[in-house]
C-alpha cells in the first residue's frame, strides 16, 4: 500500500515545491532589489548585487512621514475590520432563523460577492463626499467595511450554520433572549470563523490602493499604498525606494498571517468538518 503511494506523494511534492519557488522568488527579489541602488536596478535588474545597504530605507523614512502612513493604513484596517464583522456578525445571526424574506436576501448577498469593486467608484466617492467624511480616515474605512462586507458575511454564516440548532432551542427553552443567546452561545462558538473573516479584512484593507488613492488628499488620511505609489510617478521612477517601501508594507501582514494561520484554516474548513 505504502510502494503505491510513494509515486503520488513524490509528485505532490515536487508540484508543491515548484509553486514554492514559483511564490518566492519574486518576494525574494523584491526583498533583494530594495537594498539596492536605483541605478543598478536599471541597468541589470536581474544581476547578481554587487552593493547592498540600508540606504533606501533611510531615505524613504526621512523623505516621507512613514510612520503616519503606517498607523493611517493601521486605524483604516482596523475601524474597516471592526465595522464589517459587527455588521457580518449580527446578519449572520439573523439569517439563522427563518423568516419571509431570508432566501431574497440570502440571493442578494451572494451576487454581492460577484460585482466589481470598480464599479462602486462612483458610488462611493460621491456618497463621502455628501456626508463631509472627504480625505478621512473613517470614509476609507467605511468603504472597506462595505466592500468586505459580502465576504466576511460568506465567512462567518458559513461557520454560524455549522453550530447545531439545538442549541438555540435549548436556549429558547431555559427562557434566554435572543441577546443572551447570541452573547453566551453563539458568539464564542464562532470565534475561529470570526477571526477568520477578519484577518482576510485586516490584509484586504492593508493592501487596497484604488479607494484608498480616490478617497485621499493630504498626509492626515493617506495609506501606506498611496505612499508607494508617489515614488513611480509620471516624471520619475525611483523603483529601490518603492521597493523598500514595499517591504515596509507587506511585512506585516506576513507576521499576521503566519501567527494566525492555523485559526484561518479551521475558520474556512469548519464546514467539512462539522455537522
Known amino acids: 500500500m505504502n510502494s503505491r503511494k510513494s509515486p503520488e506523494r513524490t509528485i505532490m511534492y515536487i508540484f508543491l515545491a515548484a509553486v514554492l519557488v514559483f511564490m518566492m522568488v519574486p518576494f525574494f527579489w523584491l526583498l533583494v532589489s530594495s537594498f539596492r541602488p536605483n541605478a543598478d536596478l536599471f541597468n541589470e535588474p536581474f544581476a547578481v548585487p554587487k552593493h547592498l545597504s540600508l540606504e533606501n530605507f533611510k531615505a524613504v523614512m526621512e523623505s516621507h512621514p512613514m510612520v503616519l502612513y503606517f498607523f493611517n ?9 471592526v465595522i464589517s464583522i459587527l455588521s457580518a456578525t449580527l446578519a449572520s445571526y439573523a439569517m439563522l432563523y427563518r ?14 460577492l460577484f460585482i466589481p469593486t470598480n464599479a462602486f467608484l462612483v458610488p462611493y466617492y460621491v456618497m463621502i463626499n455628501k456626508i463631509g467624511l472627504y480625505d478621512n480616515i473613517l470614509g476609507i474605512a467605511l468603504v472597506y467595511a462595505g466592500v468586505n462586507l459580502p465576504m466576511s458575511l460568506m465567512v462567518v454564516r458559513g461557520y ?15 427562557g434566554a433572549t435572543a441577546g443572551q443567546a447570541f452573547r453566551k452561545i453563539i458568539l464564542p462558538i464562532s470565534k475561529p470563523g470570526i477571526v477568520t473573516a477578519c484577518v482576510f479584512i485586516v490584509i484586504n484593507s492593508w493592501n487596497e490602493l484604488l479607494f484608498a488613492n480616490l478617497l485621499n488628499q493630504s498626509d492626515a488620511s493617506r495609506t501606506i499604498q498611496v505612499a508607494i505609489r508617489s515614488f513611480l510617478t509620471t516624471f520619475e521612477a525611483n523603483y529601490a525606494y518603492a521597493f523598500a517601501a514595499m517591504v515596509i508594507s507587506i511585512l506585516p501582514t ?10 484561518i484554516i479551521g475558520g474556512m474548513t469548519a464546514g467539512a468538518v462539522k455537522g
Open 73 to 81: 493604513t493601521v486605524a483604516v484596517a482596523a475601524l474597516a475590520t
Open 254 to 263: 506576513i507576521v499576521i498571517y503566519a501567527m494566525l494561520t492555523d485559526k
Open 160 to 174: 454560524m450554520e455549522t453550530i447545531p440548532g439545538e442549541l438555540l432551542e435549548s436556549a429558547k427553552i431555559d
Open 99 to 112: 423568516f419571509t424574506s431570508r432566501k431574497i436576501l440570502t440571493v442578494l448577498f451572494s451576487m454581492c
